[in-house]
């Protein structure tokens, strides 16, 4: 093994001497002592030194003690049992560390990611003899409800003939399950499991596909209005305390997807404590079995060392490229990009590069390219299709979306969800602000919404959306020339586009019912809506046109809140219908 | 062993740096000044070059001073004898008491906690102030900053809700600490009879800066020491804005690049690191943490409240000696509202914040001159009585009477139709 010698240390950054060659973006452990060795990956070399970022804390690290190279580049083992874990940015499993270390992580403990004992049962689906190459499958196991596949290393580029292949029966994840044979003699013999280095696309794929189908969420303003593509990008940019974590959250339990990977990169622990306590008891009400068994965390949080950090989200996206893999359709949700990014700005910092904009480095735009671009919809070797949709939180300084990592998320992404402080100072819940918001799905997607929502789909949504813009302009000359001096019309438009927030864009994420709300009920709701829009109003004077709508959308939102087959929910429809009539 | 080295090669602001060999990161290391001895601790080794933080500041360093590196790093002495005491940010004591010699040597500054060891904080902690109870929950094992800007009064609130939280263990970490007020937390916590169940970690105004660097630590690390042996601790910092200048300051001298507002690039993960220690461990204790962080020009984009307002669960903001109801938040109190409280908690809260929102854009109105609508009228006479019965601080009123006093302040401004609340709970509550 090759080794080196620590020379200096600064912050999580430990430079070191090496013999003969090093390779960017290794592993290295520095050793402290037989029992505690630290896992570092280099990160730039210069002449005859080595930096290396150090995933631990650098404390008692001294001038002298030794380092050993790995030969291999930081990266991950993937195979069956990934779901319903909780890992750490590293892939450490955190449930059985903590059975081995207790309350706190202990530095320089590393674990193998997966269980080794476990049984699995295990079904090929190739025989001997047939010809096989990296990415294609030779079987599956059953890993709850889904088929997880096993597959040909993705590493292994040339076509190989199968020598042998297991039997049908119950095998462990290091158990050789097949032996292959490329055109040149080399054997290769396949388990369970695989290692990927983690900065690196999976690529062994057919074609990257255009992606056009809706990816539901439950959020009215996000499916409805700045629809979300299986297999596209979205961010959420927002000032603390404007809910992207709850936003996150929602959607992270409610999606329509097979599998959630969920990066809680740098943000509180107490949030991914709530996904783990919470999901194992959450039913999904699709398959009937709990929320955690089509969900797997990479928790890095705030306080967990800083380099693993740049990490995790890395692990988290390519444990949803491998899933993927298996025809599923994936959703990664990183919360927060800009907690990454600031660890790359603490390292490049480290590494005295000159600075960009707010001392993030800058590559930091390539970066975020990179990763964002990992997400798509492919068609598979076996012309399934499979889906890794990405969506980030940013967190901007100041809650200015003008600064570097939201400029660069917004260039890659295909929908943006901008939280504003001012609507959720309002309590306008979920704070996705209408006015400021885009998606480029709606168009990319059009052909499919109009054939599965309504023949006028998109241009009434325009339409709607139009009449938001409309309501904020008059409500701004009615703070100027008040309620006396704005004329009726606009007046009524003003209340209108009031009544389309209130009902329809707004939604209680802590409602059993509201919380979700489905495809179907979003396209009645909004036929609903659209009549009330449309209808040409007469009132007596302003009041009599406030108190109707405050009516209106009193019954509506309780509407909101009722199961729809239940007794209340027709009663009310029945009464909103009347509204409409001008009965009552 | 102990290492001695003679000679300082560099002296920049608090920061020293010295020609050594066989010294780790983060080893502690005695400045002898003129017989009087500085702790100073290691911050980046560059091959023989180490460069230490000097807690007691350099002024007065001489190039030739005796500096004795002690082979280990930054400890508390925990026992339970701490209840009562009061130390410095270094564990030496100022109440005229002995040192404490026996107990557990723990490290402070320590690794983070397993986030699969901790549960989902469950328990209201009251403060029988409806702005708090009513609106924004506070929640056990949370970390809640009170933003302010200098004068408001963020140390009396502070105390009034230390003295009537249910807490075993009251810890306060004051930072740049004006003495004046040192001696109010002081008096404030004896007369309550608080001084047996409380331990103070005191930095003053008066104090070097860079000491004020150790007081989270070692705040933090006898609050986790304490919540091991299964008691809540409530611990109290005040002011985070003075740590987090002298994180800058350090920074500053060790030339790293600033990244904002000459803030250095980890003051996020700098503050994490204290902040998450709060925490409710399965099968133990818990950590509560609130802390003041006083806002310079009372601007919340500055760095320091910002950076701060990602990583709390929620803030109170304390503007004109009232907290704000609109940008106060208590991201936690969904895990007890209405859950261990009332019923109609939930809602109630909802709806209020609105309307009370909605009060506001009608006196903005008014005040440019305009005629307030029939319905004006009635928000603006909720909004007095909101004001009046809610927002007062002096008040102290139980959560379950505070309830009650809203549905009255509705039953008394508004009709039931126009108030999006849930059929039942009108018909159950409306007065």
Same mark, same amino acid.
């Given at each position: 093994m090759r080794s080196g010698k620590v020379i200096a240390i600064n912050g999580n950054m430990v430079t070191s001497t090496f013999e003969e060659k090093v390779i960017q973006n290794e592993v290295a452990y520095i050793v402290l002592n037989e029992n505690l060795r630290l896992k570092a990956e280099v990160i730039r070399i210069h002449n005859e030194f080595c930096d290396m970022q150090v995933f631990e804390e650098t404390n008692q690290i001294k001038v002298g003690d030794s380092v050993e190279f790995s030969n291999e580049l930081l990266s991950v083992v993937l195979g069956p049992g990934m779901l319903g874990t909780v890992f750490d940015?590293?892939?450490?499993?955190l449930y059985r560390l903590a059975e081995e270390t207790g309350f706190f992580l202990q530095r320089g403990k590393y674990i193998f990611p997966l269980d080794p004992d476990r049984v699995w049962k295990f079904a090929p689906s190739v025989n001997t003899g047939e010809t096989l190459k990296g990415g294609m499958e030779i079987g599956f196991v059953n890993e709850g409800i889904f088929d997880h596949k096993i597959f040909v290393p993705f590493n292994i580029k040339e076509k190989c003939k199968i020598l042998h292949i297991a039997a049908k029966g119950d095998y462990k994840i290091k158990d050789r399950l097949a032996i292959l044979s490329n055109d040149s003699g080399k054997e290769y013999e396949i388990n369970m499991t695989q290692t990927w280095p983690v900065k690196i696309p999976i690529k062994t794929y057919k074609e990257k596909l255009l992606p056009d189908t809706p990816l539901m969420t439950g959020y009215r303003i996000i499916d409805t209005f700045f629809p979300i593509a299986r297999g596209g990008t979205f961010c959420i940019p927002g000032p603390f305390g404007a809910g992207k974590t709850v936003v996150q959250q929602t959607i992270s339990r409610n999606a329509l997807v097979d599998i959630v990977v969920v990066a809680a990169c740098g943000e509180r622990a107490g949030e991914v404590v709530e996904v783990l306590r919470e999901f194992p008891e959450i039913k999904d009400p699709r398959t009937g079995r709990s929320l955690m068994e089509r969900t797997c965390i990479i928790c890095n949080t705030s306080s967990m060392p800083v380099a693993a950090r740049e990490a995790s989200v890395y692990t988290a996206v390519t444990i949803a490229e491998y899933y993927r893999q298996m025809g599923l359709n994936v959703l990664l949700l990183a919360d927060s990009t800009s907690r990454w990014a600031q660890a790359l700005r603490e390292m490049s910092g480290r590494l005295e590069e000159i600075p960009g904009e707010e001392a993030f480095p800058a590559y930091l735009q390539s970066v975020i390219s990179a990763f964002y671009e990992r997400s798509g919809l492919v068609e598979l070797y076996d012309k399934k299709t499979g889906s890794v949709t990405i969506g980030g939180t940013v967190s901007p300084a100041g809650g200015n979306f003008e600064e570097p990592v939201t400029m660069s998320t917004l260039s890659v992404v295909g929908a943006f969800l901008g939280l504003s402080r001012q609507r959720s100072d309002a309590r306008k819940y979920p704070a996705i602000d209408p006015l400021i918001s885009w998606s480029k799905y709606q168009e990319q997607m059009e052909e499919n919404l109009l054939k599965t929502r309504s023949r006028t789909w998109v241009k009434d949504i325009l339409k709607l959306h139009d009449l938001l813009f409309r309501g904020e302009e008059i409500y701004q000359q009615m703070m100027v020339v008040g309620e006396e001096g704005t004329a009726m019309n606009d007046f009524i438009i003003y209340l209108k586009s009031y009544f389309l927030d209130s009902v329809f864009l707004q939604q209680d994420a802590y409602d059993d019912v509201d919380s979700f709300c489905s495809e179907e009920r979003q396209v009645k709701m909004l036929y609903v809506v659209k009549k009330f829009v449309d209808k040409d109003f007469t009132f007596k004077n302003k009041d009599e046109a406030r108190a109707f709508f405050m009516k209106l959308i009193g019954t509506f939102s309780r509407w909101n809140t @009722?199961?729809? @087959?239940?007794e209340e929910a027709r009663e009310l429809e029945v009464e909103i219908n009347k509204m409409l009539e001008g009965v009552l | 062993m102990i290492k001695t080295f003679h000679h300082i090669e560099r002296i920049t602001g608090s920061v020293i740096e010295v020609k050594a060999s066989d010294v780790c990161m983060g080893e502690l290391a005695r400045l002898e000044v003129k017989g009087e001895i500085r702790l100073a601790q290691v911050i980046r080794i560059d091959r023989e070059k180490v460069i230490l933080q000097v807690f007691g500041g350099t002024r007065g360093v001489s190039t030739s001073d005796k500096i004795q590196f002690l082979s280990r790093q930054m400890e508390l002495i925990y026992s339970t004898d701490l209840l009562g005491r009061i130390f410095r940010g270094d564990g030496s004591p100022i109440d005229g008491k002995p040192s404490l010699t026996d107990g557990k040597q723990t490290a402070i500054g320590g690794p983070s906690v397993n986030p699969a060891r901790r549960i989902i904080p469950r328990n209201m902690i009251r403060t029988n102030i409806p702005m708090i109870d009513v609106f924004n929950s506070l929640v056990e094992s949370q970390k809640l900053p009170i933003f302010s800007i200098p004068g408001e009064p963020y140390n009396p609130l502070l105390a009034r809700i230390a003295l009537a939280a249910e807490a075993d263990v009251i810890i306060l970490g004051g930072m740049g600490l004006k003495y004046d007020d040192y001696l109010f937390f002081r008096k404030k916590f004896e007369e309550g009879g608080n001084l047996s169940r409380s331990v103070m970690f005191i930095h003053t =105004? =008066?104090?070097?800066?860079?000491?004020?660097?150790l007081i989270p630590d070692i705040s933090l690390a006898a609050a986790e020491q304490f919540a091991l042996e299964g008691k809540r601790v409530l611990v109290l910092l005040t002011d985070m804005t003075a740590f987090s200048d002298s994180l800058k300051e350090i920074a500053i001298f060790m030339e790293q690049i600033p990244s904002n507002r000459g803030y250095p690039g980890d003051l996020y993960s700098q503050l994490a690191r204290r902040y998450e220690k709060a925490v409710d461990f399965e099968g133990a204790g818990s950590i509560t943490v609130l802390a003041v962080t006083t806002m310079p020009g009372n601007d919340v984009t500055h760095p320091i409240p910002d950076n701060t307002g990602y990583i709390t669960e929620g803030q109170f903001y304390l503007h004109g000696g009232k907290i704000d109801p609109f940008g106060s938040l208590s991201r936690l109190k969904q895990l007890v509202v209405s859950k261990v409280t009332r019923e109609d908690h939930k809602e109630l809260m909802k709806v209020m914040i609105q309307l009370y929102a909605e009060t506001k854009q009608v006196q903005d109105k008014i005040s440019m001159g305009f005629e307030p609508s029939t319905w004006d009228h009635k928000l603006l006479k909720y909004g007095e009585m909101f004001e009046l019965e809610m927002m007062d601080l002096t008040k102290v009123v139980p959560l379950e009477e505070a309830l009650d006093k809203c549905w009255e302040i509705l039953g008394k401004c508004f009709s039931k139709e126009h108030i999006p609340l849930k059929k039942a709970l009108v018909d159950k509550y409306w007065r």
């Open positions: 940015g590293l892939q450490n499993p @009722e199961p729809r @087959e239940s | =105004a =008066a104090d070097p800066v860079v000491e004020c660097l």
